[in-house]
């Protein structure tokens, strides 16, 4: 008999279609089950019932985060769980956590005011990256270079409706690549190296950027292995810097897209991932 999973998200991405395609000959049952209709609460939710796993893939950290924290309560499993989501939905939090647990992460400072951001900019020095705490995909991360600049994106930040979308840390530029380790369970099975392309400086492979595989480095394992010991095992997409003095974790995504390092790497991605799946429902 099959296990039965339900990838919770918003819509049906490059990654869900490789699941749900490769799914019969890994032993699992994959269905789609839109996040914006499961009306969770009912212990047997009828939008849930009968699934041995959901597999948390919402583009919405707070969706994702909410749905992933009722069904853990009623004892459904869970990927990634609950806390691990709520740490990566939030920059703070997640560089917070980290910095407490030893894992290196860039010199930055929270950002809730325009005193806030004067002093920052003072501390830290042009050039820097402004950024929101909430966010993903390389969305509205800001590469300041000139004062007069600053005083103008600040003027946009402000603007801003919400007060969670005012949040923001600035950081010092660490220059235009990034490597992403995709984790699976506790282990690296895929790793790239991407490179700002064009007139575009971010390094994000949602951007489509370049990118070249990254053989095996026991000090990207170390980093790597410190956010997993601080997360938990799952499936996470860790985006490093590289510095003169080390590798930095940039961010970690909790439902992280992977076309972009299966295509450089050639590894199959939903075989791991179903590995893992069976492993914990074992």
Known sequence: MSTKVAIVADRVGWEERQLISAAPDLGLEIDWVNDESLCLGDAKAPSIDGYDALLIRSRSYTRGGLLATLAESKGV??????SAIHACENKLVLRAVLDAAGVPVPDFRLV????????????????????PVYG????????IRDSDLAHSV?????????????????????GGGSIR????????VAAAEFESAGADWRSNAALGNQSRALADDSEVQKVVDGVVDQLG???YGVDLFKTPSGY??????HAPAWRGVASTTGVDIPSAVARHVQEILA
Do not use: W
């Open 154 to 174: 600040y003027d946009y930040v402000e603007d801003l409706g919400h007060a969670f979308e005012q949040a923001c840390l600035m950081e010092p530029y660490l």
């Open 233 to 235: 095992a799952g499936i």
């Open 136 to 143: 993903g995909m390389g969305k509205r991360v800001t590469l």
């Open 112 to 131: 809730l005011s325009r005193k806030d951001f004067d002093k920052a900019l003072d501390d830290l020095g042009l050039p820097v990256v402004l950024k």
């Open 77 to 82: 499993a869970v990927l990634n769980s609950a």
């Open 248 to 253: 930095l974790v940039n961010e970690v995504n």
């Open 181 to 188: 380790c995709l984790v699976v369970g506790e282990q690296i």
